[in-house]
Nanobody
Framework: QVQLVESGGGLVQPGGSLRLSCTAS????????MGWYRQAPGKERELVAD???????NYADPVKGRFTISRDHAKIAVYLQMNSLKPEDTAVYYC?????????WGKGTLVSVSS
């Protein structure tokens, strides 16, 4: 059973930083695109950033210059370093990964940005 487990969410003041982690487990033979999505209250889930197996990265415009995505092939993990956080970044953040040619989602981790 392939699973994705996120960690690193929490409450932070505006301007602060958080680092999200997502690690895959199970019988995994291939890992392709891995990324982060978020869903704010009353809004649809949206892409934050993703990274291909060969390192090509895509960021959503609202997070460019503030967030950095990275991955560890050996650990089958993806990370999201979030700096200069704003209240509008408040959302549940979900990890998504294409593993063994199937898309999997994590259960999400809550990021709250508030003073």
């Amino acid at each position: 059973q392939v699973q994705l487990v996120e960690s690193g969410g929490g409450l932070v003041q505006p301007g602060g930083s958080l680092r999200l982690s997502c690690t895959a487990s199970g019988h995994i033979f291939t890992s392709n695109v891995m990324g982060w999505y978020r869903q704010a209250p009353g809004k649809e889930r949206e892409l934050v950033a993703d990274i291909t197996r060969d390192g090509r990265i895509n960021y959503a415009d609202p997070v460019k210059g503030r967030f950095t995505i990275s991955r560890d092939h050996a650990k089958i993990a993806v990370y999201l370093q979030m700096n200069s956080l704003k209240p509008e970044d408040t959302a549940v953040y979900y990890c998504k990964a294409n593993l063994n040619t199937v898309d999997y989602w994590g259960k999400g981790t809550l990021v709250s940005v508030s003073s």
